[in-house]
Structure formats: C-alpha cells, structure tokens
C-alpha cells in the first residue's frame, strides 16, 4: 500500500501538470526561507519595507483594489445532496464544481513558482489538531500561512504519520472578480480557490480548512468547530477559567479576547489570559468537559479601531514582526489606520498621497498578521496539547434595545437555542447598513459547512450523561439610551460582566430568573469605581414583555426555514419560551432593580 506521502506527491504532479508552474518550492517553514520570500516580495513591490527603526520586520502588502474582503456569494459548498450544504450556504454540485474550477487553473502559474505548503492547525502535538496542504503561487500567502499555522517539516512528518490531510488548492489567477471562486468539498476533504489574495480567500488553514471543511470534519468526529474566541480569566486565588466566546463582526471579539481588566481588578490580581481571538475546536474529554485549543498560531485581525485605547495589547503585538495589509502610512514609514491616533498620513492603502476625498486613508477591512505569542496577554496554555477546559460559552450580538447586558441559559438546550437566534444589528462595516436585525447562529453563518439544522443538532447531541457541559451566556455590550448613547462602558469595564460569570460557574452568585434566562442580582455584580448615567443599569437589564414576544415570533419564522432537519428539541425549547412570555403579566427584572435601587 502506497505511504501518505506518495499519494500527496502523485497530488502535487497532478497539480503541476495542470496548473504548469515554472518552479515547484517544498515549503520548510524555516526562517531562512521566509526572510528570502520576503526579499523576493520587497524586489518585486508584493511588500513595502515600513519604518524599521520603529517596527522591525513589518512590512506592508497593497492588495488589488478589487480584492479586499471575502467574497460571500463566490463561496460555495459542495456536496453530493444539496440538502446537506442547507440554505445558509451557497450550494454545488461537486461534479460541475470542479469542472468550473479546473478550467480556470488550467495554465494558471505559468511564470509563477507553485509553493507546497505543509501545516497544521493546533499544536503540532495535540490529537485534536488537524494537517493539510496548501498549493499556492502567492509568496504572500506563504508568508502569512507561516504565521498563522504551523508550518513546514515538522507539519509534514505529521501528516506522513497520520496518513490524511486536507487538499487546499489556490491560485491568484488575474485577480478577477468575475473569475473568482472559493469552493469546499467537504466529502472530499478538499477546497479550491481562484482569483484572490485576500487573506480569507487564500489562506486556506484558516476560515476555509478550520471552518467550514472543520465543522464538517467535527461533526462526523464529535467535537466542534467554532468561530469563537478562548480567553483565560484568573482569579485573586490564583484559579484560571477559561471561556469560548461567539460574536458576530464588528462586535467586540477581538478587544474582549485581549481584555485588560479596570485598575481595581488588577490591584485585586485579577489577570485575563488569551488562548485564541478568532477560532476553537472543542473536544469531549474523559472527565466529560469540553476540552478547546485555538488551531491558529498567529491573528488575522482587523486594523481600523484597534487603538491604545480600544485594545492596547493588539497594539503593543504589533510593533515588530508584522505583515500590515492595506493600511496607510505617515511620512516617516509607520502603518497608520483610522482610530490609531490623531495623526495624518502621507499614504492611503493604495498607495496615493493621502486625500480625504478619496475616502479612509486606511481600509476599512484592512489587517495586520502577527505571531499571537507576541500578544502580551498571550497564554502559554496555547500551546498545550489537550486544550483548556471550557467553563463558560458567551453569545453576544449588537443590539441597541431589546437584549440585556447579561443573561443566562436555563440548560444547555435553551444555551444552544440562544446561540441558533443571535442576531446583530447591521453596521456600517456591512453592505446592508441600517438597523436591520440579521441572524448568524452562533457567529457561523459566513462559515458552517454543513446545514444549519444539522448543525443544531449535532450541538444538542453532546447534552448526554455524564457530560459537563459549560453554562451559556448571551451578552449585548451595545444597548443604547434615549439619547442614543451606548448604557455601558464595554472594553475592560466587561470584566465585570465575565466575574459574574464565572460566579455562577462555581455558584457563588444568584440569579434572577426570567422567562428569557437568567439576570443578575445588581448586588452580585461589581460596580466599584464604575460610573454610570442615571438609570443606566435598570436599562440595562430592562426585559419588555411585549417587545420579547415579537423577538420570539422573528425568531420563530427564522428557524422554520431549516424545514424538517430543524430538531424537535429547539422547536420545544422554543415554544416554551413563548409559553413563559405570554405567561408573563409584568417583567419581573424590573421589579426587582427598581426595588434594589
């Protein structure tokens, strides 16, 4: 029987002889090797040296104008029955797909050097990290795949040992948007994409394989793939509790995974430990915890709004060794975006002299790459092969009325149907600006591979005895006042929010129970040295009965189109909820702080 690596090298001759590269490169990962793509890059005008005297080893990438985002609508799943994919993915058929596809790599890399880019996303250690292969022709997505995986030979010797891998084939093609394809196939354990360098597009470890082929792969595996944050949060006692966090865009994930704590907490000795910003692969342990590693070794993240303020150890993360994707730049060679600081720069992301007629100096999906143990917060529990223990899963959207700061599930059913109705206000980082209210079920919406009400279920299915599941949280930092200003805080001052948490974690605060989930008690909460406006904190928590029995009718219409695969478990759970709102004469959580206050 032929070993793995002879079927990955009758893969790769494949793929030469129809892609027709003029140089075939085997990736090692080593530092040599990305120093020399960086020179090539530098020659070639791919990468723009900044300021090295205040960022060493940073440098920016301008990509095509027409190639700055993912591309939703080319993005496709690929399965044999269209149910499977559902109707929260674009759906093909496998067959035709790659027919589609093939023809555009026909010729591609002629002139080009086709990169073979072995990686593994987790530790290269852990049993719950997962290999593949990426084929590229863009010494860009090498350089970035080396940061954001791990990458080379030691991720080769993996996959030769554990004889599988995903297939990840990619090409910039021309950079065409109407020759532009990102497709899955999740029977296949392949993707391929076409016609983009944009990182979401093109690094393949990361939204295609960790994503969408990974929720996939966990589903049939039993564990789950999630677009979620993993943060460490310990206590004066020394004791650390980790949480997994789901948020949609332009929510706050990022800030909260990297969460300095208010100056009270830090005297107290109060420290916040981040394992992952973006993704989590939770796994049953023995003990029958949910046991998560981040399968990501570096950050993609967003650099318009990350500011000393906002996110002060983004900041710091970022003054070496990091590869900036069109940003703006001063006069003096440093990257600069919109929120930074007060500054004005020389350079927008294209490369012109900076005109405010031209709209944002930086874009506004501009990027930064960077190593995540360069992250000062970073934990090294990052690295630990069986994962962190999961205490606590959050949901959180962007809701200025209607949804409390903070609520809990009653059990792990009602936990998964708040994950499966989270919804977000559309901002103006969205083509639909406004206040539409969109659902993304547990942040996943862009990247679940499979069908929604599969998907539900397979949640559902790890409620078994034996099991100790984490408590579930929603959270809502957006709500707003009559005067249309944000009722809290947010960015550290949510520590607050996670202490009571973790407190009902270890049950060492009540709760106030609702027919929507459970509130806090103001008394449990920590409100030392915080200032609030008047009335501010039983807004907060204001639950109107009438407005929450509209909610549940949305939110009822929403989860019908799932048809027949929808789980009889969410339909009840629903119906309950409803039952408990018409029950409702008055919402008892105001009650409650109007007699606390």
């Known amino acids: ?186 029977e296949e354990l392949a993707i391929k994409s076409y016609g983009s360098g944009y990182g979401g597009n093109a690094l393949l470890g990361k939204k295609c394989h960790a994503l969408r082929i990974g929720s996939s792969q966990a589903r049939s595996e039993g564990w789950l793939a999630e677009h979620m944050l993993i943060v460490g949060i310990e206590n004066p006692r020394h004791e650390i509790r980790y949480v997994a966090a789901a948020f949609p865009s332009a929510c706050g994930k990022t800030n909260l995974a990297m969460l300095i704590p208010p100056e009270g907490y830090q005297r107290d000795g109060w420290k916040v430990w981040t394992v992952g910003d973006d993704i989590c692969w939770m796994r049953p342990g023995k003990d029958g915890r949910l046991y998560a590693i981040n399968p990501e070794a570096g950050y993609f993240g967003v650099a318009p709004g990350t500011s000393a303020r906002t996110n002060p150890n983004a900041l710091a993360m970022l003054q070496h060794d990091t590869i900036f994707t069109n940003v703006a730049v001063t006069d003096n060679g440093q990257p600069w975006w919109e929120g930074l600081d007060q500054r004005t720069p020389a350079k927008d992301w294209q490369g012109r002299d900076h005109d405010p007629a031209n709209g944002p100096a930086a874009h506004p999906n501009s990027r930064f790459t960077v190593r995540a143990s360069q992250c000062p917060s970073w934990s090294p529990e990052a690295e630990n092969d069986q994962g962190v223990p999961i205490d606590a899963i959050v949901f959180g959207g962007r809701r200025r009325s209607l949804v409390p700061l903070v609520m809990e599930a009653r059990d792990w059913t009602h936990g998964v149907l708040m994950g499966a109705s989270m919804a977000s206000e559309a901002t103006a980082a969205a083509t639909d600006v406004g206040h539409n209210v969109r659902r993304d079920p547990m942040a996943m919406k862009p990247f679940c591979g499979y069908n929604f009400g599969d998907y539900f279920a397979h949640w559902l299915s790890f409620d078994q005895p034996g099991m100790k599941l984490p408590k579930v949280f929603h959270v809502n930092w957006f709500r707003k006042g009559d005067d249309g200003r944000f009722l809290w805080p947010g960015f550290g001052d949510n520590m607050r929010v996670l202490e009571w948490m973790l407190k009902r974690v270890t049950g060492e605060a009540d709760a106030i129970e609702t027919p929507i989930g459970h509130l806090p008690r103001v008394e449990d909460l920590n409100l030392d040295g915080l200032e609030l406006a008047d009335g501010a904190l039983e807004a907060l928590f204001r639950v109107d009965g009438a407005e929450w029995r509209d909610e549940q009718a949305a939110i009822g219409k929403y989860l019908e189109s799932y048809g027949a695969r929808l789980p009889a478990a969410l339909k009840a759970e629903h119906r309950r909820i409803v039952e408990a709102l018409e029950d409702e004469a008055e919402p008892a959580p105001l009650r409650v702080h109007a007699s606390a206050s």
């Open 1 to 186: 029987m032929p070993s793995q690596l002879e079927a990955l090298n009758r893969w790769i001759d494949d793929v030469a002889k129809r892609t027709r590269p003029d140089h075939v490169h085997w990736c090692d990962g080593s530092e040599a090797e990305y120093r020399q793509l960086v020179d090539e890059m530098l020659e070639t005008g791919d990468l723009v040296e900044l300021n090295q005297d205040t960022h060493p080893r940073c440098y920016l990438h301008r990509s095509d104008p027409k190639d700055v985002a993912r591309v939703e609508k080319l993005t496709v799943i690929c399965t044999s029955n269209r149910e499977d994919a559902g109707p929260n993915n674009n759906w093909m058929d496998p067959d035709e797909a790659h027919a589609k596809i093939d023809a555009l790599f026909d010729g591609c890399m002629q002139g080009r050097t086709m990169y073979v880019v072995p990686y593994c996303m987790g530790p290269l250690g852990s049993p719950l990290s997962r290999c593949g292969i990426e084929v590229t022709d863009s010494p860009y997505v090498v350089a970035n795949m080396r940061i954001m995986t791990r990458m080379g030979t030691a991720a080769l010797e993996r996959i030769e040992r554990e004889g599988t891998f995903i297939k990840a084939l990619h090409s910039i093609g021309e950079l065409d948007p109407e020759r532009r394809w990102i497709m899955h196939f999740p």
